[in-house]
């Protein structure tokens, strides 16, 4: 088996495309005016964050002024979440609607919340992860700020109903955000047909560099500001605009929208070759919806293996992989997402996400399927 180097954690963040870097390079070097300047070079930086914001909020169905460009998703998550709160509390609303299975961005501004005397519900997923419309609306009061329900899960990828939410949520008048940070760029996104308030994204899970995002809000939702200062994202998210991250986000924006589909089928059809030959091994077990996932996802649990060792060994081999979110490496709590799906401790310990990336081979696969089995069987045999 010759070794080979394969990323396998695209979930927790994508390559930096080459085009996008060449797209961002003016604005690193001689592009370096401060766009609230006013004489040319400013002027250059200020046209290229205006384009780049019309291309973005174009590609996702929004208006160039309901996107707002932040540091990233958590950051977009904090403002959505927090902000909306604010937004809730000034008419005495201080209930907010969550699920168990969200990103920490999420869960830890409702902790927050909760300090600052909210009362926040969070929903129980069914054992694939979903949290149906019909739970949500159960749990609506009406003193509901805000409903907070993610687009696609990131350790198992599954698919919320996202639309339905939204459409129930404005029915009943209540503010709806969806972190949708993994599914811009890998499955089609409109901020219409989704219904939503907010939605937030995050340009280093496209091929954009780290360190830029951005919020849509809705026109019609005065959400109080997010960062007090200059008049920069219309007075509502002050500080120096980020013009080559911003630049790099449209640009992947752009080219993650480009045969969208054709490439989420190429992914779907080697991640299925892969979960076939996983969940061909023993003692194995699927996490996540079979269908309502992203194509490019697989989180399997491994019975009577830990996933530390398992992904230790897989890296010796040359594949990177994780157990759970990025997020959680680093402490030994189970992943809150699986134990929210009913899976126990041991079942959570023992489970890895594969999220593979558009440069991923057939060759890639095979070895990545070579490596796991005998990674597994190296393992399954020490642990007898
Ligand atoms: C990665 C991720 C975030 C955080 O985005 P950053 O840009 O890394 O801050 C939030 N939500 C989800 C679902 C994510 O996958």
């Given at each position: 088996m010759q070794k080979r180097f394969v990323y396998c954690d695209n979930a927790?963040?994508?390559?930096?495309?080459?085009?996008?870097?060449?797209?961002?390079?003016?604005?690193?070097?001689?592009?370096?005016?401060?766009?609230?300047?006013?004489?040319?070079?400013?002027?250059?930086?200020?046209?290229?964050?205006?384009?780049?914001?019309?291309?973005?909020?174009?590609?996702?169905?929004?208006?160039?002024?309901?996107?707002?460009?932040?540091?990233?998703?958590?950051?977009?998550?904090?403002?959505?979440?927090?902000?909306?709160?604010?937004?809730?509390?000034q008419s005495g609303k201080r209930h907010i609607v969550t699920t168990a299975v969200e990103h920490h961005a999420v869960l830890n501004s409702c902790k927050?919340?909760?300090?600052?005397?909210?009362?926040?519900?969070?929903?129980?997923?069914?054992?694939?992860?979903?949290?149906?419309?019909?739970?949500?609306?159960?749990?609506?009061?009406?003193?509901?700020?805000?409903?907070?329900?993610?687009?696609?899960?990131?350790?198992?990828?599954?698919?919320?109903?996202?639309?339905?939410?939204g459409k129930l949520c404005r029915e009943r008048g209540v503010l709806f955000h969806t972190d949708a940070v993994q599914a811009v760029g890998?499955?089609?996104?409109?901020?219409?047909?989704?219904?939503?308030d907010m939605l937030s994204l995050s340009g280093h899970k496209f091929h954009a560099p780290k360190g830029v995002g951005a919020l849509f809000v809705r026109k019609e939702v005065r959400l109080p500001n997010f960062i007090d200062g200059g008049q920069q994202e219309y007075g509502r998210r002050a500080g120096t605009e980020n013009t080559a991250g911003i630049v790099g986000l449209a640009q992947a924006l752009a080219e993650s929208a480009e045969g969208m589909d054709e490439r989420a089928g190429r992914l779907r059809t080697l991640r299925d070759r892969l979960e076939e030959a996983v969940l061909s091994l023993p003692d194995t077990v699927l996490n996540g919806h079979k269908s309502l996932r992203l194509p490019s996802v697989l989180n399997v649990a491994f019975r009577g293996i830990e996933?530390?060792?398992?992904?230790?060994?897989?890296?010796?081999?040359?594949?990177?992989?994780?157990?759970?979110?990025?997020?959680?490496?680093?402490?030994?709590?189970?992943?809150?997402?699986?134990?929210?799906?009913?899976?126990?401790?041991?079942?959570?310990?023992?489970?890895?996400?594969?999220?593979?990336?558009?440069?991923?081979?057939?060759?890639?696969?095979?070895?990545?399927?070579?490596?796991?089995?005998?990674?597994?069987?190296?393992?399954?045999?020490?642990?007898?």
């Amino acid at each position: 088996m010759q070794k080979r180097f394969v990323y396998c954690d695209n979930a927790a963040t994508t390559r930096l495309s080459p085009t996008v870097l060449q797209a961002m390079m003016p604005f690193f070097t001689e592009d370096f005016g401060n766009p609230s300047g006013s004489y040319k070079l400013a002027h250059h930086s200020a046209r290229a964050v205006l384009s780049a914001r019309r291309q973005a909020a174009d590609i996702l169905g929004a208006e160039a002024s309901e996107l707002f460009f932040t540091s990233g998703g958590s950051e977009a998550d904090n403002w959505a979440v927090k902000s909306a709160a604010e937004l809730g509390a000034q008419s005495g609303k201080r209930h907010i609607v969550t699920t168990a299975v969200e990103h920490h961005a999420v869960l830890n501004s409702c902790k927050y919340l909760e300090r600052q005397g909210f009362e926040v519900t969070y929903l129980m997923p069914d054992r694939f992860g979903i949290v149906s419309a019909e739970k949500v609306a159960a749990a609506l009061r009406a003193d509901t700020a805000l409903v907070s329900v993610m687009l696609a899960n990131n350790e198992v990828g599954t698919l919320m109903p996202v639309a339905e939410v939204g459409k129930l949520c404005r029915e009943r008048g209540v503010l709806f955000h969806t972190d949708a940070v993994q599914a811009v760029g890998h499955i089609p996104v409109d901020v219409r047909s989704l219904n939503c308030d907010m939605l937030s994204l995050s340009g280093h899970k496209f091929h954009a560099p780290k360190g830029v995002g951005a919020l849509f809000v809705r026109k019609e939702v005065r959400l109080p500001n997010f960062i007090d200062g200059g008049q920069q994202e219309y007075g509502r998210r002050a500080g120096t605009e980020n013009t080559a991250g911003i630049v790099g986000l449209a640009q992947a924006l752009a080219e993650s929208a480009e045969g969208m589909d054709e490439r989420a089928g190429r992914l779907r059809t080697l991640r299925d070759r892969l979960e076939e030959a996983v969940l061909s091994l023993p003692d194995t077990v699927l996490n996540g919806h079979k269908s309502l996932r992203l194509p490019s996802v697989l989180n399997v649990a491994f019975r009577g293996i830990e996933a530390e060792s398992m992904l230790v060994m897989l890296d010796m081999y040359g594949v990177s992989a994780s157990g759970g979110s990025a997020c959680t490496t680093g402490s030994d709590a189970p992943s809150h997402v699986l134990t929210a799906m009913g899976a126990g401790a041991e079942q959570a310990r023992s489970s890895i996400r594969f999220s593979l990336g558009d440069d991923c081979t057939e060759e890639d696969i095979e070895y990545v399927i070579d490596t796991v089995t005998l990674c597994r069987d190296k393992l399954s045999k020490l642990s007898r």
